[in-house]
Structure formats: C-alpha cells, structure tokens
C-alpha cells in the first residue's frame, strides 16, 4: 500500500508542475512569449546601431561637397567598418528562439552585405584615384548591388519582427 501511495504522490507532484510550467508560458507562432521577449531585448540594440550606422554613412558619403563621392563614401566605411563588424559579432553571440533562426540569419547576411559594399567602395576609390570615375564604375555597381540586395533582407527581417510583435501583443490579451 505504501509503494502506491509514493507513486500517486509523484504523479500528483508531476502533474501540478507541469501544469503551473505551462500556465505561465504564453505561446504564439514563433514560440513562447518569454523567449521572443528576451530575443527582441537582445536584437533592438543591434537593429538600432544598423540603423544609425546607415544613416551616417548617408551623411558622411554627401560631405562638405552637396553630393555623394566615391572618396567620401570611401572615408564613410572606413570609420563605419568597426562598428557593422562589431554587431556582426553581436549577431553571432545571440542563440534566437528556433522558429526565428533562417529570420535571424538573414539579418547577419544583411550586415555582412553592408561590410561586403563597403570593401568593393574602398576599391572603387582606389581605383577611381589611380585610373578615373570610368573605370571605377563597375565596382561602384557592384557595391550599389550589395547594399541593396542588403536592404531587402533588411526589410523582410523587419517585416518578421513586426509579425512577432503583434504575436507577442496577442499573447499578452490571453494571458
């Protein structure tokens, strides 16, 4: 009688744990609520930092001339190479939630696009320096073509994050 009562007791002790866990687990398409929350804790430093450093390299490329040259550009991913290297540090240091890993991928693609473009700028600039506009041109595309093959991944991750947004306010009215 007693080996019985020692079972009813652990499957009692069992089903009242497992229980509890799953009541406080919100769920959504993406997984649970607590992990996506930590994720974008994580991932909206890093989106930010993207966001700035695009938007200097905008300033720096037009410099003190009114208009985008390829040596401000060239100088622009210079000072700016540092820091999209070190968010792609900051990527790679992040486990993301399963559902959300070819999602996260992508962004790191986007950033390493964005260092790519810079590398073919500087290139061009040294090419343009050495021969001339013309003959720099083709690597100047080729950047061009980078930072918008970029851009699009940007938007498709930002359009995933916005899914998961309104997922996470969904899960919050359930609970």
Known sequence: MRKCDGRI????ALF????????????TPYGDAESLVAYRAAVDPLISEINEVEQSLRVMAVGSTGRATGENLAVACQVLDGRLTAVLS???AIDPPHKLRAM???????????????QRIAVGWQIEREASFEAAQATYLEAEALLSEAHAR????????????LALDLSLIHI
């Open 9 to 12: 007791l652990l499957g009692v």
């Open 16 to 27: 009242v744990i497992l229980c509890g866990c799953s009541r406080n687990r919100a769920e």
């Open 90 to 92: 900051q990527i790679d």
């Open 104 to 118: 996260h991928a992508d962004m790191r693609t986007a950033v390493g696009l964005r260092l790519r473009a810079c």
């Open 154 to 165: 940007f938007v498709a991750v930002n359009a995933v994050l916005s899914e998961v947004d």
